[in-house]
């Protein structure tokens, strides 16, 4: 007690600090000494090898002055449909008719949606990328049925390339939206549905004043998650097309590695991931933003 009674009122404060500073310095040290170096980098013209020039602001101002790079911003976006939106409505609409249903095996049919999650992305793309080839399965039924005609390079078509690889997002996405929503649905009191249907409400109307309004919190992480994914997606670009065709399914993160390591453009590189880096911050504080005042 007389210990207790001798401490100044901020020592356990303190106290709290040293415990968490090993943590704060790995993280200062793999996080924040990376994240300043590349600030700094973006500042200069660089090859990666020899001597390096000011450039000042120059690199940002081609980031959003080349149409390359300007058009790799527009390609996330798409794929921010694919990855996030869609993921989000399926998940939705399976965990409200799931969590309604009972049938046999739907622990089997939860962890088959949840598979694409714990699958190394490298290994969806090549799997997809066989699927999409001009002799692969998907073209090999559509001839099955007799639509010749839709049958096509997928991969290889500037038209149908990008939402080829957004259709992947979906797939990985899904399911990651369907178990956290299947999560929250389970903690909703039954009571309030109960009262809803003693009301005279039908399943679309419990769906849009109980389930939606209780699911706010999972919609933020939900969506948190699948738009950084979008942004920052580089695997499967990389290995299912390499950004083609011409630049068709260029992103951003594709971009910063082309730039750094094949063009030799290190400065330009670093911008762009500077201001990648600064969209995911913002996508994220905004999202979170929304969640939290739904909440209230």
């Known amino acids: 007690m007389a210990l207790a009674a001798g401490r100044g009122p901020g020592e356990p404060r303190r106290v709290a600090y040293l415990y968490i500073l090993p943590a704060l310095l790995v993280f200062g040290l793999f996080v924040l000494v990376p994240l300043a170096r590349t600030a700094q980098f973006s500042l200069y013209e660089w090859n990666g090898l020899g001597s390096s020039t000011w450039a000042g602001l120059s690199n940002y101002r081609d980031v959003f002055s080349e149409p390359q790079l300007r058009g790799a911003f527009g390609h996330a ?64 039924v559509l001839r099955f049925v007799g639509l010749d005609s839709l049958a096509r390079p997928w991969l290889g078509d ?35 549905y109960e009262a809803a249907r003693l009301d005279g409400a039908g399943p679309l109307r419990e769906f849009r004043a109980i389930t939606l309004p209780s699911l706010r919190g999972e919609l933020a992480v939900a969506l948190t998650l699948t738009v950084i994914a979008a942004l920052k997606t580089f695997d499967l670009v990389y290995v299912m097309t390499s950004g083609g065709p011409g630049t068709e399914t ?11 390591f094949l063009l030799g453009r290190v400065g330009i590189a670093t911008a762009l991931a500077v201001v990648l880096t600064l969209i995911v911050f913002v996508a994220t504080v905004l999202i979170n933003r929304v969640g939290e005042r739904g909440q209230r």
């Not at 976006?77 to 739907?106: D, N, Q």
């Not at 979906?170 to 929250?184: D, S």
């Not at 260029?250 to 750094?260: C, D, E, K, L």
Request: charged share 10%; with cysteine; net charge positive.
């Open 77 to 140: 976006l798409v794929l921010i449909v694919f990855y996030a939106v869609v993921p989000v409505v399926l998940g939705l609409l399976l965990a409200a008719a799931m969590s309604r249903a009972v049938l046999r095996g739907m622990g089997f049919f939860r962890v088959v949606l949840f598979l694409p999650q714990v699958i190394p992305m490298v290994v969806v793309a090549i799997a997809w990328r066989q699927i999409y080839e001009p002799d692969g399965p998907l073209n090999d």
């Open 158 to 192: 500037y038209t149908w390339a990008l939402p080829s690889v957004g259709i992947v997002g979906t797939w990985v996405g899904t399911g990651l939206c369907l178990v956290l929503f299947l999560a929250g649905m389970s903690r909703i009191p039954r009571e309030l």
């Open 250 to 260: 260029t992103v951003p993160s594709y971009q910063v590695y082309n730039n750094a």
